[in-house]
């Protein structure tokens, strides 16, 4: 005790030493007293004084916006069209989901209090559908054809209510009117000139009622309409983005930005990249960019058109997380390789514009498909919140979300409020629901807050098989077959027997391709000493070719086993994923077996074989081309 006591008076302090830190005001201490043990910033390496800790940015109520997303991961039900989806598109306020794919053909669901409902189907367009856009007010909807027109809807009767036949093909559209305007406008774009036409909303008449042909110098692929501003964005095909109000001067207005030069609109002619998609928040306070080659998603503050946010989905990017284990999901390599073959492909005209980015209703998040899935971000604090379909063998591209409330009608007391009825609450659930469609895919897939999935029923099968046109009958040609094939190559012949009876589907797809001249002047592009080598792709590197059905067709296992060298067998890049590729294995590969079609074997020019695999190559690929001059089937 008396130890103690004496320790405690020898700490204390003068009069006289407080006086001397008052006159210090703050400087730095003598050294003899910087061993005050009260402090717990004495303890270990300090920053500079001149450099404050960096706060954490935290968005308020972030869990309650989370909350309002789908809760489950997986998507919960799926539906079909006859060929591949295009669109899928939420109205506004009228709450009707309406879908669009490649055939011309658009659909019409109506969101209920809990899924959806079909109510009418229609067959818009002969041919592709261009663009799709619905007015601000979600009461008007308009698709726009490979066949020259533009058919106009009227989303609450869900009725066709007139068409414009144009003189060309159709790039864009958007409605540009208000919410609540008596004239709806209609601002369609083509492909062949740099003219915005404003048409008439209504399809009284088939004169444009303006057309602005000094805004742009190249034909313009996106346009986006801001209710909140009153203004509607462009983007052309060189990149450059213009602000215009759609009526009056048809100029930029006031209330944006007033010098081009201050903004960051100029990004894209930087990096010499387009934008393919734009995106208006439902404030109307943001607007979001996804780009090619870049492969950039990029976010505006509108009024001022500053960027606010990048982030890059570039496939050197994606690689490079990949290999350092950074990424938000480590996959193996085969499943890497397979998904990142199908990031490739978007960069094909006929998929690149079909890919979307959408805000939640709060707009601080963005959703978009990505190679892991569809992405949740907070813009605040730049993270990532949650993923959907990551498990799923979907690449997202286009996207609607719906977050709001089913009607359900009934009179609701103050007391029936302020009771825990669950019936009453039940009543007034949300039912959020994500939409997406799938690269290839010829249906369109839901996320709900439905978690106990049953993976065998979920996908539904509400489209008949495609029937022959009705007046027309058409001779059922028989499946093309053989027995034996060559393969004419610049190395030489390569004699090979097929397998009809054990890969029918597999066979007829070689021969047909065979006969057709499909592989003619292809090279070998994959090519491992002591596996395999790999050819079929028109493309040449592996990412391209599809089968005589134009699309990928289903494994056909039986009892032959890749118990010996000279397998032939079909490439894929995962169950049921069949299109132009095969490859000849050149050792036993036991662990293809179950994995891979198999449907020949090799049994001349064996030389030939071990030849090609024995090539000089970088990165498995010849460095000489190795071409099939043509196949002949015997």
């Not at 008396?2 to 407080?18: I, L, M, P």
């Not at 001022?304 to 990949?322: F, G, H, K, N, P």
Request: aromatic share 8%.
């Amino acid at each position: 005790m008396e130890g103690g006591s004496n320790t405690s008076r020898s700490n204390k302090r003068s009069h006289s030493e407080v006086e001397e830190e008052e006159t210090n005001q703050g400087g730095t201490a003598p050294a003899e007293n910087n061993d005050d043990t009260s402090s717990d910033d004495d303890i270990g390496p300090q920053l500079p004084s001149s450099a404050p800790k960096k706060k954490r940015r935290i968005l308020p109520y972030e869990k309650l916006y989370i909350a309002a997303l789908p809760k489950a991961a997986r998507y919960s039900k799926s539906l079909m069209h006859k060929e591949q989806l295009s669109f899928v598109t939420m109205t506004p306020f009228t709450d009707f989901l309406i879908t669009s794919s490649a055939d011309g053909v658009v659909k019409f669901w109506k969101k209920v209090a809990v899924g959806i409902e079909f109510v009418k189907e229609f067959r818009a367009h002969i041919g592709e559908i261009k663009s799709v856009s619905v007015s601000s007010d979600g009461r008007s909807f308009a698709s726009a054809g490979a066949d020259n027109s533009v058919k106009i809807f009227d989303v609450i009767t869900f009725d066709l209510l007139s068409m414009l036949t144009l003189e060309t093909t159709p790039k864009a559209i958007c409605w540009v009117h208000k919410r609540g305007a008596s004239l709806p406008l209609l601002a369609v774009s083509d492909e062949s000139s740099n003219s915005i036409r404003i048409y008439d909303g209504r399809g009284e008449n088939q004169s444009p009622l303006h057309t602005i042909s000094k805004l742009h110098r190249n034909p313009v692929s996106l346009m986006v309409y801001n209710d909140a501003y009153d203004c509607a964005i462009s983007v052309d095909d060189g990149g450059m983005v213009e602000y215009w109000r759609p009526h009056g001067d048809y100029e930029k207005p006031d209330n944006v930005f007033q010098y081009k030069s201050s903004t960051g609109l100029f990004e894209f002619k930087k990096s010499k990249s387009v934008p393919m998609v734009l995106t208006i928040s439902p404030s109307g306070s943001h607007f979001a960019t996804f780009s090619f080659p870049d492969r950039k998603i990029r976010i505006f503050d509108f009024p001022t058109a500053r960027l606010y946010r990048t982030y890059d989905e570039s496939l050197i990017t994606i690689t490079e997380m990949q290999q350092a284990g950074t990424a938000l999901q480590k996959l193996e390599d085969v499943e890497f390789g397979r998904r990142l073959a199908i990031e490739r492909e978007l960069e094909s005209p006929a998929l690149r514009n079909k890919i979307d980015i959408i805000f939640d209703e709060s707009g601080h998040f963005i959703l978009y498909g990505s190679i892991l899935g569809i992405k949740v971000i907070n813009t605040l604090t730049n993270r990532v919140v949650k993923v959907f379909g990551k498990d799923e063998n979907i690449r997202a591209l286009n996207l609607c979300l719906y977050q709001g409330q089913p009607q359900k009608k009934g009179v609701v007391t103050v007391s029936m409020a302020a009771s825990a009825n669950p019936l009453l609450q039940d009543a007034e659930a949300r039912d959020p629901m994500l939409v997406c469609t799938g690269s290839g895919k010829g249906r369109f897939y839901m996320f709900t807050n439905e978690e106990e999935i049953n993976k065998s029923e979920r996908d539904i099968q509400n489209e008949k098989p495609k029937q022959l046109v009705v007046g027309k009958q058409t001779e059922v040609k028989p499946a093309e077959s053989g027995t034996a094939a060559v393969l004419h190559t610049t190395y030489g012949d390569i004699h090979i027997r097929l397998f009809p009876e054990a890969a029918p589907k597999a066979v007829e797809n070689f021969v047909t391709h065979s006969k057709n001249g499909y592989y003619n002047n292809t090279i070998f592009h994959r090519v491992i000493r002591k596996f395999m080598i790999q050819c079929g792709d028109p493309l040449g590197d592996g990412t391209g070719g599809e089968s005589i059905w134009g699309k990928e067709f289903e494994d056909e296992f039986s009892t032959l086993k890749h118990d010996k060298p000279y397998t032939v067998s079909m490439a894929n890049a995962g169950p049921n994923t069949n299109g132009s590729q095969f490859f000849i294995t050149t050792e036993k590969t036991p662990w293809l077996d179950k994995k891979h079609t198999i449907f020949g074997r090799a049994v001349q020019g064996l030389d030939v074989i071990h030849k090609i695999e024995n090539t000089r190559v970088y990165k498995e690929k010849p460095e000489e081309d190795i071409k099939i001059i043509n196949i002949s089937i015997l």
